[in-house]
């Protein structure tokens, strides 16, 4: 797509160093290519409500980006004041942008906005700093059964219930049953992690069918494809359609992040590399940035 | 409270009570300890790492100055026995601190310490190298001579230095190198011309101009008047080479190189010859000089010191005195900078931090840089305006650059480049405790280290370092059942400092970390630390409540006779190239002394250091 | 003012004679000259592929389990961060529950402490007087008993982070570390050719030649003028300085040693070139090509995991390519280190930084670290792992006439730390190679807890032919087993 085109519709958005932000519509061709300042770090990325919301850092700013078109962007500041609050994982939920605010030994706190640009002063996302280890970082997100689940280091996971403005604390969880990834799929959701670890639950809080994997294939990527869970790790792919029953394949070249959308899966590796894969097994290099790439999201965009 | 009690009135030891006599070992000293001190302190519990058994008599005292002075310090502050145990009688006091007093008195006896062989470190060779041959070329890079290996401490410390074979052959390549360059690089026209004073004319046979260069080189690199019969022994080897048929110049190159591999020139041999041994004599005019200008300038002396020795006038207290201000003044003494004062600060650390990116995305290479510039221009700042060794702990100027002034928030200064700038109070900045060098360097990749900011203060400001922490207690300690998960990074140290291995350092180190909360993982001032106030608040056995870096400098400020004190034992002992202990002590009194007197400014301290009886005096052995 | 010192002109310069083959000083890197190929009648030349003796000890100590296999004896599957090394498990002994006892003297810090026992086994150590103190390391015990009959009696190189000293001499002193690649090649190989010896015809006898010497060169007189002046002024000092110039003495008498051996080195290696051994050595393909390159290398390395590859390559290369040319036998390489980042190694979590994940990755009980720092901490051991690797694969490949080099060697594979925590208890620790087919691989042995690390070290050491039996704490440590050996390993 030639770049002085608006983009529309389902498109992938990659996001990284440098004030990286660019796009593809098959993952094999990335367009709409714009950076900003050396030093500027972007780690988060989201599309949802035909608008991609981008944030990171620059110097002791908190920034976010955010477009329609993937031309025109707005810049906006999330802190209130430099050097104060660490901005963490997007995700939208109730027809909003989220953005959790993590800082060491604080209540988790959440920035929301419907469009990117003007956003809620920041709200505490729970009661009390409970079953969250005082360093312990918020990290991925999912949505589903009418609840929301976020995972963390430390084996932090937090729910929030239908109808709950707040989210609880599973608590107890051990250290080496850390999350480092989760989705949500076929009724229930599935997180991985270390070792091969995948587990399933359906509220977010009673979790089973644990199970481990080889050592040292630790799960960076659990995503839904629509028909199966497929959980990317380094050196195997495990994949299951209920997240009980599991098979492993060995893997090649795998991503240290991944996001799934038109068929096909995109992965992205340092430095800047970026890969696709129709099967989550078997892995190709379409590009390689001169920035690392940090963060990827797929979704629709400027829906009229 | 009275804070004053609490200071140590000064850190020498109590002066001997007059016309009393020093009482001996038994009552003075183990009847006291074993009644007080002993159930903490032997040699199976050895709190807080201190075993006072293996003080047995007068004799094995002496090997244990840093303990009994630790323990006359924390006595006199009441510090120790602590609160809870029981208390310490005034006259078993008195006489316990007569006894340490009296064991290490030297005042009768003056004691330079002993006399200790030296070997010329990496970059005194390096400067010694250029300067003698004049060239500007960096031998000890291009023959890969490593830095030294010396454990916690200047790289001028002798004991930790090592003349191994391999920098051995080192030594021999960088002559080469350096030789190379001086005969064969047109760079080098100019410094060959001075080198080569005679060249053979009609009046002057080759072998004669030979031995005419040496006789001028010799004792510059030998830093000493020659004998005619060494500049003959050298010349030997150029007479042959001539005789050989080798041209002038090649002659010249055979005599000198054997010079540069000679252990007169890569060693800093002190003549004892005619002494008798135990005796103790002032240091020749030459070897002043020497140890003068490896102390200021980290390399040989120059033609106007070399000159005030051969004349006398260095035996004179104006003419020494001259000397000291004048290299003080000049630009090799950055050499005192960047190897003493840059290392005790622990400067080159900054090199080594990291904040994580994902942190800390502003720290750049450019702004680690500037933090270090700006610590080492603020040192410079120092010894050429030769102001008070009082400003390293508050000052109301430091010096920036655009980017170093973004980052702490203060008024830049007018251009882009470094500039001094006045500081106001709301910068919270000034002195070390403000600076990012310090405060980065003492942080972890992604939070700050409260307990290492501690340690840095006890140990680069007030000279007491703390223990190192017990070989397992590397990661906190785990979690038992009654102790709740910790909320904060503050919470979860005071559990671990609750250990009873734990507690008694980090009771002492911590709050001082805790105060400079104020400042994040990068040195900058943050207004809160995620919603959360800021705890920057603290509490020092025996000094009582504080808060914020302000809070600090005050504790600081009262500390001041401590850090002074300090300052002054560390560049006596980069001077001497050793530990001091209690025989230096009437010389650090004297230092002292004549600080208070100069507004303790910065050439009060080197003078004092260098008039000071260890640095002039050696003992034959 | 004339000064005590005394005149030199009675002694003629070139009285002693000691300095047989003074004219390949000019060989040695220090010297200018390319040597005559003169040689001294009667040198012992090297018989037979001798055993060398390799250290390869990389930072942050290891992760357990995932380098110590769950079961005993014949090895199965290797844990992931040996998993590189599966095609060679027949060439491996993997050794558990070797620990340190030594303890500080409460002047150290706790990677100092580590550092300073890792090759000592010293049951104190500490610092004094801005002088590590620990007993003399095993590479140079080593070396008193093989170095004699190698040009190098022992090489250590790595430390590009500037790491805590692990060597000590038998004074205990510190010794130096050449982290520079270019250097350490220059100071093996300069005024030689690369070849590789002919191990069957120096089995067979036959010395080259003795050739005459020429005139006395220009370095041999400098060499002459040193010592004498030296030994001359040694009187005229007090004790301290007598020590220091005593050290310059051994210094500089090493030195003519090493060009004696050198001397002897060429001739024996010009007749191996008409005839060379099987194997064909070059220099190390990424080897810098001068010193602002090699500058350039050495810093880049704790930034760029791309060329910290390149210079643990090219180390572990000098080091292979020192033992085929039987430059040393005695070689230790210090690896890693703790300031490095590694992103691309790490691909779990959000931090890059070695240091950073030991310490979030270890804690006093295991289940309560991170587990994806240590995971990331996993990663970098096994990535380590493939560079030792690689030096095994290159070792097993390198034909000394019917032996391979590996065969040759024992090459031991640990840590200065037995985790990132500064633990002292199970350190990791392989050895890989047949040590001159005395070793047998393929083996995981476990040995009660805590067992001395020096027991190892009397092992290697009696393979080298040391019978003394003891080493380091092998007997005075508190934990002292199996009378200071480890049974079953050889």
Known sequence: MPEEVPLTGAVFAAAGENGLRVFSVDGVRWTHQQLDREGMLLNHACIDGGRCLVVGKFGGDSVAWSTTDGISWTQNKLNTQAYAGKFGPVFSADGQFQVIANDDGAIPGVRTSPDGTVWAPRKPLMAERKGLKH?????RFARGNNRLVIIGDYGARLVRQPDRALFEAVLGVPAKETLVDIAFGNGVFVGGGMHGLRMRSEDGFTWTDIVNGEEGEHINAMIWDGRQFVGIGQGATYRSVDGKAWTREPNENAPTNAVFGAGIFVGILWPGKQLISKDGIHWSQVHEFPQHVLALAYGSLHKS | MNLARFIYASLSLLPVVAGAVVPEFQEGFRTIVERYCLECHDEKKQKGGVDLSVVTNGETALDR???????????????????????????????LLHWIAGTFDTSKSPHPGPPLA????????????RDLLRINFDAASQAGIPEENVVGGYSNRAGGLVLEPVLMEKFFTAADLALDYLFGDKAAAGPLKTLLVVRPDDSTQPDSALRKVLSVFLPRAFRRPVADEEVNAFARLGVSALTNGDAFEEAVRKAIKPVLVSPHFLLRLESTASATPGTVARVSNAELAVRLSYFLWA??????????ANNGTLSEPEGFERQVRRMLAHQKAEALNRYFLERWLQLPSIQKALPSQNAFPSYTRSLRDAMERETRMFCEHLRKEDRSILEFIEADYTFVNAELSKHYRIIPPSGKDFAKVNLRPEDHRGGLLGMGSILTMTSHTDRTKPTARGKWILEVLLGTPPPPPPPNAGTFAPKSKDKIEPKSFREKLAQHASNASCVGCHRRVDPLGFALEDFDAVGTWRADAGGQTVDNAGTLPGIGDFKGVEGLRRILQQKQPVIIRNIAAQTLSYALGRDLSYYDEPALDEIVTALAQNEHRFSSLILGVAKSYPFQNRKAE | MKTPFPSTSEVPVSRRSFLRGAGVLAALPFLETVAPSVVRAGSRVPLKPPVRFGIYTVTGGTVSESWVPQELGNLGKLPSILRTLEPHKEDLVILSNLSQSGQGDGRINAHEHCAYVH???????????????ASQSVDERAAEIVGAQSLIPAVRMGYSGGETSFFFDRQGRSLGVERNPRMAFERMFKGRQLVAPNWSRRL?????????????????????LLLDDARRLQKQLGRSDQGKLNEYLESVFSIEQRVRRLHERIAIEAVDLKDPGPSNPHAPSNLPTDNAAQDQMVRAVSRNPAIHGDYLRVMTDLMVLAFQTDTTRVCSLGLGTDEALFPGVVTVGYEHHAHTLEHHGNAARVEDADPVAREGC???????????????AKMRAIDEGGSSLLDNTVLLYTSYMADGGHGTKNYPALLAGGAGGKLKGGRHIAYQKETPFANL?????????????????????????YEGRLPGLV
């Open chain 1, 135 to 139: 360093d312990a970082g918020l990290r």
């Open chain 2, 65 to 95: 100055y840093h303990l009994l002075r630790k323990v006359a310090e924390q006595v006199r502050s009441g510090e120790m026995p602590p609160e809870d145990e029981q208390a310490l009688k005034p006259e078993d006091k008195q006489t």
């Open chain 2, 118 to 129: 030296r070997q010329l470190t990496r970059a005194e060779y390096n400067a010694t190298l």
């Open chain 2, 299 to 308: 390399t040989m002396p120059d033609e106007e010191l070399f000159i005030a």
């Open chain 3, 119 to 133: 090759l000592s086994c010293a049951d104190t150590v500490g610092k004094l007087n801005g002088k590590p103190m």
């Open chain 3, 204 to 224: 067979a006898g036959g010395s080259p030649e003795a050739q005459p010497l020429g005139s006395k060169a220009y370095d041999a007189q400098v060499v002459d």
């Open chain 3, 378 to 392: 996993r990663q970098i051991h096994a990535w380590y792992s493939q560079f030792f690797t690689d030096a095994v």
């Open chain 3, 457 to 481: 070290y009397v092992e290697v050491l009696d393979l080298l032919g040391d019978r003394s039996g003891e080493f380091g704490n092998s007997k005075t440590s508190k934990k002292a087993a």
